[in-house]
């Protein structure tokens, strides 16, 4: 039996009026989810325990059955993981985003434009990165380039500073002024001045320059958020007894592949946007599933979608994920003849209408090519919470690894 989940980061919605009443997946075109219901099992499962911020990492490490209340230690610990950093016991590691703040005069007065300085690319974002650590890098902070918008900065035995500061995630604030959201506590002066310094630096940079004349977002400021520790993550295959795989286009899901002990699988094409290469997702996934038992395949796009209030593009990257992965997944499977299990589900809600993450249980789906697991009529977030909940951290994938 092989075991495959596949996420979609926050696909889980709340009803749309322009929808007649709908969630995005509702309105969307899903034959492929369709010829799985019939046999499958629909529930919501509870990602985010009480308490916790609904982010990515807590939510994530929530599906793959590693309780966030027990390995959390930090979101940038574990982007840190799959940049490459070694982080020592006593560093702390920042999510630093290169952003578009509005170009009014006073800092405090600016807008947050854009968490993802219009999903710059990594080339442009790697040259800017590498600005950043020859200007402002000291014997405190340490920049890394990351991927697109997403990097790190390590403050050097900061460890003990990670739950004395209060720093805002941008994608939270889009379209709000930033001044109640810059850091507070523990090295905030530091900080802001950082940001401050780095919007004159990065105003002027040839790379936003020729953004702007082309008509796109310049990256224009640093934004941090995201602190923790290095990050103690139990081995999947001596947790489940299955060999484990991880495909993402983003270093948070490749660092949890590296800190589980999985193998994390690169392809080529993958951005994390509605641009990305689906399927050549799904065709490294059955590659992956020769060697392995299990493959998680995470799908970004309806979450940045969500992010950017774009409805119609959170739609299309349902059908695009319908069509070329689970799609092409299944067809697979049933060509072949081998048994397989598929679970789907999202690891919390990016709803249209706040474009920021909800904790909300999320609804999932569960199939198994060899038994009957009750069926049903849609998936949907409505009828997911008319079928089992599933509340205990680790639950829901105890109960698909049972499959047999």
Request: charged residues 25%.
């Amino acid at each position: 039996m092989k075991y495959i989940l596949v996420l979609l980061d926050g696909m889980a919605d709340f009803p749309i009026d322009s929808l007649g009443g709908k969630t995005p997946v509702e309105a969307a075109r899903t034959p492929s989810i369709d010829r799985l219901l019939k046999t499958a099992e629909i529930g919501t499962v509870k990602t985010v325990p009480d308490g916790m911020s609904p982010g990515s990492d807590v939510a994530n490490l929530s599906v793959l059955g590693y309780d966030p209340s027990v390995y959390y230690s930090g979101r940038s610990p574990l982007e840190a993981l799959s940049i490459g950093v070694n982080l020592g016991d006593d560093d702390m590691a920042v999510r630093c985003n290169l952003v578009t703040l509005s170009e009014d005069d006073d800092f405090e007065s600016k807008t947050m434009v854009d968490y993802s300085a219009g999903e710059i690319t990594t080339p442009e974002a790697k040259e800017l990165m590498q600005g950043i650590e020859e200007k402002f890098g000291t014997k405190l902070f340490k920049f890394y380039g990351g991927v697109s918008y997403r990097h790190c900065l390590v403050v050097n035995g900061g460890a003990e500073l990670k739950d004395k500061m209060t720093l805002t995630p941008p994608h939270n604030i889009t379209g709000k002024k930033i001044a109640q959201y810059l850091p507070k506590g523990e090295l905030s002066k530091e900080f802001i001045k950082l940001y401050k310094e780095s919007y004159k630096y990065l105003s002027r940079h040839e790379i936003n320059i020729q953004r702007i004349q082309k008509g796109l977002r310049p990256a224009n400021c640093v934004w941090l958020w995201g602190q923790g520790v290095k990050p103690k993550l139990e081995s999947f295959e001596e947790r489940y007894g299955k060999k484990g795989a991880i495909i993402s286009a983003v270093d948070l899901l490749k660092g949890i592949a590296i800190g589980a002990g999985m193998k994390s699988i690169d392809v080529e094409g993958a951005t994390g946007t509605l641009n990305t290469n689906f399927s050549g997702k799904a065709k490294a996934a059955i590659e992956a599933l020769k060697e392995n038992d299990f493959c998680f395949i995470h799908l970004e796009a309806p979450d940045e979608c969500g992010h950017h209030g774009n409805l119609k593009g959170k739609i299309k990257s349902i059908e695009l994920i319908d069509e070329k992965v689970i799609g092409a997944i299944v067809s697979h499977f049933e060509r072949t003849g081998e048994e397989f299990a598929m679970l789907i589900t999202p690891d919390h809600y990016t709803p249209i209408s706040t474009m920021t993450h909800d904790g909300t249980a999320v609804p999932y789906l569960m199939f198994s090519s060899k038994q009957n697991l009750g069926g049903a009529v849609d998936y949907s977030e409505k009828e997911a919470n008319r079928g089992r909940k599933i509340e205990t951290q680790g639950e829901l994938i105890r109960r698909f690894f049972a499959l047999k």
